[in-house]
């Protein structure tokens, strides 16, 4: 049977469209195997070439399960060859800082790795840059508030003003103390500074190790006092002065292809602690804000607001 001209130019049309679709369907598959990739191995993807690691702390200090996982990635990447941590930092909770700070100490077992201070690196922020190798911070940096606090509120006067009262029985007196509904005693304060001054001799023990300077020397330096970036090279606590392009020419001396990319290791955005995005969005939310505020309130250190227990962290 022979075709007409009209039916050989739709078939031509459908033969065009089908063509057409077909490039659209492989596009979206493309896409689709690019985002699978980027949610099954994250941090790694563009990572296939040899390169430096910057890792990027900064804010509030927790225990931060992406940022050890992160860590843990980059220890076992045969691609890294040197780590950059660029700490920017008040400080946090004592237990946070530790947990980074001996994930950083075994990433240094394996490869060299420096810290690079931007504005800030005090308490536990300069406890997470004592496990690096090499410290650069910029003249102007602030550096140190070695130290650990615990602060409660006391709610008496306002209790006493409405005129609220608290019962409560207990197994023993210093159960739940301090508490921000009695006056303190003196045998709290006592258990109190106990439980301080212990995390105090071991951040004070970690910096004489690390910095190579004897205890009666990181205790003339441990009584909270914060130092700029010369302060603290003329004291040890840092070993340089600058930024990034100083942190890689250390890394140079250590083996490192100082012509190596450097390629910051993202967070994944997941969350897993506390103080996380998703908190500070949901803090925006309920200040009636728009989400986008909660980048503000972590940058203005709203997130500090809920930090419980012993932290070391430095309050401008």
């Given amino acids: 049977m022979t075709l007409r001209a009209d039916d050989l130019i739709d078939r031509r049309r459908l033969r065009r469209k089908l063509t057409f679709w077909r490039v659209v369907a492989f596009a979206v598959a493309a896409l689709g195997i690019a985002a699978l990739a980027a949610w099954f191995w994250g941090d790694e993807v563009g990572t296939a070439a040899d390169h430096i690691a910057r890792v990027k702390i900064d804010g509030t200090i927790t225990e931060d399960e992406d940022l050890i996982e992160r860590l843990e990635k980059i220890r076992k990447s045969d691609r890294v060859k040197g780590v950059i941590l660029s700490i920017n930092s008040p400080g946090g909770t004592t237990a946070g800082g530790e947990s980074i700070y001996d994930e950083v100490r075994k990433l240094a077992a394996d490869k060299p790795v420096v810290a690079q201070v931007g504005t800030l690196a005090a308490s536990a922020g300069y406890m997470i840059a004592s496990a690096a190798d090499h410290i650069v911070a ?102 340089e002065v600058g930024g990034e392009d100083e942190a890689v020419a250390w890394l140079g001396t250590k083996g490192v292809d100082a012509k190596l990319k450097v390629i910051e290791w993202k967070d994944g955005g997941s969350g897993g602690w506390l103080f996380s995005k998703a908190l500070t969005r949901t803090v925006a939310r309920a200040l009636g804000l728009p989400e986008e505020s909660g980048a503000v309130l972590e940058e203005i250190g709203a997130d500090r607001l809920f930090l419980d227990g012993l932290v070391s962290v430095w309050h401008p």
Avoid: C
Wanted: aromatic fraction near 6%.
């Fill in 138 to 239: 910029r003249k102007s940096s602030i550096v140190g508030s070695i130290g650990v606090l615990i602060q409660f509120p006391d709610v008496t006067g306002l209790m006493d003003k409405i005129g609220v009262k608290l019962e409560e029985v207990k197994s023993a007196p210093l159960k739940a103390e301090p508490s921000p509904f009695n006056a303190t005693t003196e045998e709290e304060r006592a258990m109190v500074r106990k439980l301080i001054m212990d995390s105090y001799d071991w951040f004070v023990g970690i910096v004489s190790e690390r910095r190579h300077l004897s205890r009666d020397q990181v205790l003339a330096l441990a009584d909270g006092s914060i130092f700029t970036g010369r302060q603290a090279l003329a004291n040890k606590l840092i070993d």
